[in-house]
């Protein structure tokens, strides 16, 4: 089992930068994937981004792209998520999550993931 605890939400202005961490603990030696997702009021949790914990390989959602960066410490056991250019359209409830199988595609498929975080609020004011 794989424990995953975020931070680093908070209120920011359009325009304006977030970083969120993702401290994993229990189960690390066994880590492949860890990603990002978010959930809008009255939305499906979507994919946000993902990156491989063997050799960085990331996968984002498009509507992110140029804006948000994930990339990993394997000596911290974190994953981080850079996002810049913030828009209100990015408000929502982001979690972080693990998956421990191995595949060569860097996952993005919410069902793949079996460890999850309790979520961590961003609110971008217009």
């Known amino acids: 089992q794989v424990y995953l605890v975020e931070s680093g939400g908070g209120l920011v202005q359009a325009g304006g930068s977030l970083r969120l961490s993702c401290a994993a603990s229990g189960r690390t030696n066994s880590l492949y994937t860890m990603a990002w997702f978010r959930q809008a009021p009255g939305k499906e949790r979507e994919f946000v981004a993902a990156v491989s914990w063997t050799d960085s390989r990331t996968n984002y959602q498009d509507s992110v792209k140029g804006r948000f960066t994930i990339s990993r410490d394997n000596a911290k056991n974190t994953v981080y998520l850079q996002m810049n250019s913030l828009k209100p359209e990015d408000t929502a409830v982001y979690y972080c999550?693990?998956?421990?199988?191995?595949?060569?595609?860097?996952?993005?498929?919410?069902?793949?993931?079996?460890?999850w975080g309790q979520g961590t609020q961003v609110t971008v004011s217009s």
């Open positions: 999550a693990a998956r421990q199988q191995w595949t060569y595609a860097v996952i993005t498929t919410r069902a793949s993931f079996e460890s």
